[in-house]
């Protein structure tokens, strides 16, 4: 049968850097994204609570106060760089609704390209890597979170998508740059950090010498502010200051404090739960760590995604005051994990759905789920996760433990 001149056409070859794909494929993601952001289109009109109750009023706080002269002002409890980018909108004329949701949108695109990059790097497979950032693009937890929501996590969490992309290109340098923007942005980018800090103690990719960038970033990003007049101590402490607004075990996530019921209002040893938490976090991340220091094991790509969604889905369960939208990061590695290999697509989907049943009791008022059963739901598949990631350390072990031999062992002690 003779080929068309379509099939010619969609079977040509091009490279676009090291990527090497067909038309077809470069004409299916121009389909993904346009349709993607034809979906967004339909929501942006929504306004959230947030929205009404927080981000107008600042826009309006920023133009009354004279568009970038606002800067010296403590209108909001974010961080300076998102206030920069209220204050740019500013001076446009149009929908600040819009304007908002639509720098969050243009960051769901990087963070599904960051996707791709790194499922390119694990599998050289183009159609998978487009599977990849589909699946972003089309995730509910990313859709709910930037168009209906009108929030901005997706900012932070592409940063650290290529924080990590480059990490696996075992570029030090560049990984804590993109930490360091991720964390100019958000507090919860250190969600991150115990996968960093284990793979140091690995000695592989990250030099802490270039984490000196995380702080040098911060300095910059504060910087404009401060020379308009803002308090320094201000802008130097605003995580601090943010700590202690949610004094809950955890506000509407469904992680271990749910359990205990230290959602309830009347703070019940809070403080004391709060710490015990914390240190039992810190205790279970610690003997993570102590296991795979070691441990002679070969660090795949497969096992470090694992590892990493793994320990950030340990540290949003297990730390207090939570809000509702901290497992967004969660998501995104379980994109990775689930379309690395789609026999662990379920977990994926497992993990949106605790994200989507998360935030209905905020957007519409309606709790489908009691959120003790959540939480319950949210712990298996976390201890899905890490009995494969326990899988995937026995079968890449490269050394067998020392054990005593058995002279030794037969000899008593004296």
């Known amino acids: 049968m003779k080929e068309r001149l379509i099939d010619r056409l969609m079977n040509l070859e091009f490279e676009l850097g090291e990527i090497r794909m067909k038309v077809v494929d470069a004409a299916f993601v121009f389909c993904l994204f346009v349709f993607a952001f034809m ?12 929205y009404f109750g927080f981000l107008e009023k600042w826009m309006q706080t920023i133009r009354d106060y004279g568009g970038y002269r606002s800067l010296s002002m403590a209108i909001s409890n974010y961080t300076s760089p998102y206030m920069y980018i209220m204050t740019l909108l500013s001076y446009l004329e149009g929908n600040d609704l819009y304007a908002l949701k639509l720098v969050s949108v243009f960051f769901d695109y990087l963070a599904a390209w960051a996707v791709f990059l790194i499922l390119y790097r694990m599998t050289g ?13 089309l995730s509910p937890t990313v859709i709910i979170d930037s168009a209906y929501w009108c929030q901005c996590d997706i900012i932070y969490s ?9 990490f696996l290109k075992d570029d030090s340098r560049r990984s804590a740059v993109f930490f360091g923007l991720s964390f100019i942005f958000k507090l919860q980018s250190l969600f991150l950090l115990p996968f960093f800090l284990i793979m140091w103690l690995k000695r592989r990719t990250i030099l802490l010498r270039h984490y000196l960038y995380v702080p040098v970033i911060y300095l910059i990003s504060i910087l404009p502010a401060w020379l308009l007049g803002r308090d320094l101590r201000e802008l130097l402490l605003v995580y601090f200051d943010q700590s202690g607004y949610y ?6 996530y469904p992680n271990a404090y749910t359990l205990l ?11 004391q739960i709060s710490g015990a938490g914390t240190f039992m976090t810190i205790m279970l991340l610690g003997c993570i760590a102590y296991y795979l220091y070691t ?7 497969e096992l470090m995604v694992t590892l990493a969604l793994f320990t950030v889905a340990m540290t949003v369960y297990l730390l207090p005051h939570m809000h509702d939208r901290y497992g967004f990061l969660i998501d995104l590695f379980a994109v990775i994990y689930g379309v690395y290999n789609v026999r662990r697509l379920p977990v ?18 309606v709790n489908i789920v009691p959120q003790q059963y959540i939480a319950i739901g949210l712990f298996l598949l976390i201890l899905f996760v890490g009995y494969d990631l326990y899988g995937q350390i026995r079968k890449n072990i490269t050394e067998p433990e020392s054990s005593p031999s058995a002279s030794e062992a037969a000899s008593p002690t004296p």
């Open 158 to 166: 592409a940063f650290l998508l290529y924080s990590f992309y480059y």
């Open 125 to 137: 497979k183009v159609r998978k890597s487009i599977f990849g950032m589909a699946a972003v693009l």
């Open 247 to 252: 004094p809950w075990g955890t506000l509407n």
């Open 39 to 50: 979906l967004r289109i339909r929501l942006l009109p929504i306004e959230s609570a947030d």
């Open 261 to 271: 019921g230290e959602a309830m209002p009347d703070l019940r040893h809070a403080d």
């Open 348 to 365: 994926c989907c497992g993990f949106m759905l605790v994200s989507v049943l998360t935030f209905m009791p905020y957007l519409i008022a």
């Open 295 to 301: 441990s002679k094991v070969r660090l795949t790509d």
